[in-house]
């Protein structure tokens, strides 16, 4: 049985599998398809990802990729911690430009669902963190597009300073919000 739980933009949800315990420790199911038919969320997904980031302060993000090849995610960690985000650049939504986030642990199996239309990124909150995501599309080089994680117009309540923040050379050069093209999604 998976719980969802909303947050401000209905669209965006954590997802809670419920954990059966016993002496051994617990299984759940992460992915099922009639309870996600049943949510609202008729996904299949048609890739997973890994990373590990080996230090805290690390972010990855703010990233998409554009129609035809866009992706809805779903997101957890398997060790560590993380501040995920979700920034909602929809043209036509009543939420176009704000975001949501929510900490995501090793010590909850809680998901973030992230629909089609929002860009995605993280900062890892502790060393060597694993986070986990499905997709529903495939990756397709030159369909990406994303946003500066630190955009001072989108009022991201980050943990980590940019002086301190660990970013690759790609998404140190990303566009601010004001930049991104409106993509009908």
Not at 14 to 29: A, F, I, N, S
Not at 151 to 156: C, E, G
Request: hydrophobic share 40%; net charge neutral; with cysteine.
């Amino acid at each position: 049985m998976i719980t969802v739980k909303e947050l401000a933009i209905p669209d965006v949800k954590l997802l809670m599998p419920k954990l059966h315990h016993d002496d051994r420790g617990y299984v759940t199911e992460i992915v099922h398809e009639k309870q996600m038919e049943g949510l609202g969320l008729p996904i299949k997904f048609m890739q997973e990802n890994q990373s590990m980031s080996l230090r805290k302060n690390t972010v990855r993000g703010m990233h998409s990729q554009k129609p035809p090849h866009a992706q809805a995610k779903l997101v957890r960690v398997l060790r560590g911690k993380i501040l995920d985000v979700a920034i909602d650049v929809r043209p036509r939504s009543p939420t176009y430009g704000q975001h949501v986030s929510a900490i995501l642990s090793q010590d909850e199996v809680t998901q973030m669902f992230i629909p089609v239309g929002f860009l995605h990124g993280f900062c890892t909150l502790e060393d060597n963190t694993v986070v986990l995501y499905k997709m529903s599309s495939l990756y397709v080089p030159g369909s990406e597009c994303g946003v500066i994680w630190n955009d001072p117009d989108l009022k991201i309540n980050w943990p980590v300073k940019a002086e301190d923040a660990i970013l690759s050379g790609k998404d140190e050069k990303l566009s601010s919000f004001k930049d991104f093209p409106r993509i009908e999604w």
